[in-house]
């Protein structure tokens, strides 16, 4: 049994009595309620329709616990990973466009891949890599840009989407005279909401209550305003003009995409004939490469009309003839009677508009699970897709298991960590063929799947169960539910990952790990929305940091202490030493990048105590010795020799020792200078010194 559930990790759960079912149950329930309206909320954060979050929490939530280690862990969609997520891929699509929905589904697959790649070959400590100090810095940084790209949905106002998020903020700013007053009001009464039951009525759920009420609200009122007109009711030649550009390149990207499909499938073929470098297949990926700018120029150039439209206010209304038309704000001729509705163009689609002239709602969720097919590989964006995956898989799988050992603390649970990275990424394997985009642990839900008295991972079964019976038969409820609600949810998640005392702790701890921490910080608020560069720019850093620090480790002249310990003369000025010997503690590994320092420090100690005919090194400090390390030593012997003078070595450990025999060094030096202690090692040396060091009184004890 305990070999298969090595494999089938969830039969350890078995057997279950009544009390655990019944505490999984309820604590699956609970924890359903907040999922289902922040799936939501996190599909649109990822640039997704927002039933996505629904698909995401489904398979994903169930399969990660089942493979997982943790029994109170919740996986599902979170805000970092959501927004790494549409940060990554608006350079390739437009949000929330079919090309969008199949790369994110795509990079669900490369994370989970890459996952359960370390999982299977137990390689999760490549997580160490993203030091604590470069996470802290990069989830406050996430947070204020997961928070602001909020405001637009709160004011009801359109965001544009470029390659720099301070611009599109600014561009949100000057639109705040336009604010819609509706959405506002439901944006911050469903914050007032969600504050007010967590601070006075912590075990509510608060996410429900705003849900519920502004849903109910939303319906009553009739918050929803959505219209439609064609191009030529539109009375503005320069707005008609627009939007026949924009059809015209929209036309022209569906040919260029079908042109790169059809060469795809011939170089594929090309390929297998002649051979992937043959001059015919070369040709025809440069005649790809070619496309594909292309296809990106058209895409780039349709995002500035759309964003263009959208900043625009119409107002609708008969003229003389009783013939409809649209026409900007503040041109309405004399004589109209319009319908005192601001109106925007929310899309284009050949000769048809959409209009919005209310508060923006979910709207239609498709009833039924979603299909289980195998996401769509596009080749050409796979390199590209690789570094993005490999950063989500890394920061994904440390928010998930900080969370999990958080809770394993309390429950007193077993955790491994190469089965928690199996779990994940098969969890986001599985997501992919459902049409899910990637996920991770969420502490929030944790927490509550913890509090609500969880005792196995069959809550988090139960959770994906009850998502199930949403997605048949509930989703006609969440028709109305507001963007700006959703928008709220988001804000008030991620307000706790806001946590500068943490940078703070982390420059205290040492100024190499707040520096790291603060550049990571700036870089990734900079880099928006390309978040995975600011997160490399500091896990890059980290090591450059951690680099420097070993390549001048602690290096300390040591004299005798009036208790008779050996201690450094920098710290203890005083102490007793001696002109015939020299004691040394070097507190570091022996490796490349440092041997120079310690072969410096040796001999700038000989050159301020020219009569020493022994040097002593204490190597308690010393925990691994390599081959550069082990070169300057023998170098150091030798030469030392020559000059009369004998290296001395204590309290080395196994492994350096062993080291030292496997390659001869143990020889040069001998037997008779390498010691276990610093005080066996000086009895010798005193021993050999004789008469010349009979004053002496380095090596004796002094009384306290």
């Known amino acids: 049994m305990n070999n298969l559930a090595r494999f089938l990790p969830f039969l350890r759960w078995f057997p279950m009595n009544g009390d655990t079912i019944k505490a999984d149950f309820m604590a699956g329930i609970t924890v359903a309620l907040v999922l289902i309206p922040q799936s939501m909320a996190y599909a649109q954060l990822a640039g997704l329709p927002p039933y996505y979050g629904l698909y995401a929490s489904f ?51 490369l994370v989970g891949l890459i996952q359960l790649t370390l999982g299977v070959f137990k390689l999760g400590v490549i997580v160490n890599f993203l030091s604590h100090p470069v996470i802290v810095g990069f989830t406050n940084a996430a947070a204020i840009i997961i928070g602001l790209s909020q405001v637009s949905k709160l004011f009801g106002v359109p965001m544009g989407r470029s390659e720099h998020f301070i611009n599109d903020i600014v561009g949100v700013l000057k639109l705040v005279g336009d604010t819609h007053i509706p959405t506002l009001i439901m944006g911050v009464s469903a914050i007032a909401i969600m504050w007010a ?22 319906w009553a009122i009739g918050f929803e305003r959505i219209g439609t007109t064609k191009v030529a009711q539109v009375a503005s030649s320069d707005v008609q003009a627009l939007v026949k550009e924009l059809a015209q ?8 995409t079908a042109e790169i499909a059809v060469k795809s499938t011939l170089l594929t073929a090309m390929g297998q004939q002649h051979g992937e470098q043959s001059q015919a297949a070369l040709s025809l990926k440069y005649e790809m490469d070619v496309l594909r700018l292309k296809l990106a120029d058209r895409e780039q150039e349709n995002a500035k009309r759309m964003r263009a439209l959208r900043k625009m206010a119409f107002q609708r209304g008969k003229d003389a003839q009783g013939l409809d038309h649209l026409y900007l704000e503040g041109e309405v001729p004399t004589g109209v009677t319009t319908d005192d509705v601001r109106w925007r163009i929310n899309k284009a689609k050949g000769d048809d508009l959409t209009l919005v002239g209310g508060g923006e709602v979910v709207g239609r969720i498709p009833e039924g699970l979603p299909s289980l097919t195998m996401p769509h590989l596009d080749m050409g ?33 077993r955790l491994d960590p190469n089965q928690e990275l199996v779990g994940q990424g098969l969890s986001n394997i599985i997501g992919s063929f459902s049409q899910a985009f990637p996920v991770s642990g969420s502490f929030s839900r944790s927490a509550v799947n913890m509090n609500a008295g969880a005792k196995t991972g069959m809550s988090s079964v139960i959770t994906a169960s009850f998502v199930l019976l949403t997605l048949l038969f509930l989703t006609p409820l969440l028709y109305h539910l507001p963007q700006a609600v959703l928008a709220a949810i988001i804000i008030m998640a991620v307000v706790g990952l806001v946590n500068f005392a943490a940078v703070k702790h982390a420059w205290h701890a040492h100024k190499h790990d707040g520096a790291a921490s603060v550049v990571t910080f700036v870089a990734t608020l900079a880099f928006a929305p390309h978040l995975d560069e600011g997160i490399m720019v500091g896990a890059g850093l980290a090591l450059v940091l951690y680099l420097l620090r070993t390549m001048t480790p602690r290096v300390a002249q040591l004299g005798r202490f009036k208790d008779g310990t050996l201690r450094d003369i920098k710290v203890n000025p005083g102490l007793l030493t001696s002109e015939h010997v020299v004691a040394m503690r070097f507190d570091g590994q022996l490796y490349f990048a440092n041997v120079s320092y310690f072969e410096d420090a040796v001999l700038e100690a000989l050159a301020n105590h020219p009569q020493a005919k022994h040097f002593l090194v204490v190597g308690d400090g010393i925990n691994q010795l390599d081959a550069s390390g082990e070169e300057v030593i023998h170098h150091l012997v030798t030469r030392l020799k020559e000059a009369g003078i004998t290296l001395v070595f204590s309290g080395l450990k196994k492994q350096v020792l062993d080291v030292m025999r496997a390659t001869g060094l143990f020889d040069l030096i001998t037997q008779a200078n390498i010691f276990a202690t610093e005080d066996q090692a000086l009895a010798t040396i005193y021993d050999r010194l004789g008469e010349v060091a009979k004053d002496d009184l380095f090596c004796k004890v002094q009384p306290a």
């Open 249 to 256: 390149t929209e036309k022209r990207i569906g040919e260029v």
């Open 59 to 109: 398979l994903p939530v169930a399969v990660a616990a089942l493979w997982g280690s943790s029994h109170q862990l919740g996986t599902g969609p979170v805000a970092v990973v959501s927004l790494l997520t549409a940060s990554s891929l608006a350079v390739f699509a437009a949000p929330g466009s079919p090309d969008f929905i199949a790369l994110a589904i795509m990079l669900s697959l």
């Open 197 to 218: 039951v967590r601070k006075y009525r912590p075990t509510w759920p608060g996410v429900l209550i705003a849900v519920l009420l502004a849903t109910t609200l939303s």
């Open 381 to 413: 964006k796979l390199g590209s897709l690789l570094s993005v995956a490999l950063v989500i898989s890394l920061v994904g799988f440390m928010e998930a298991i900080s969370i999990a050992k958080a809770i394993a603390a309390k429950t007193k649970q």
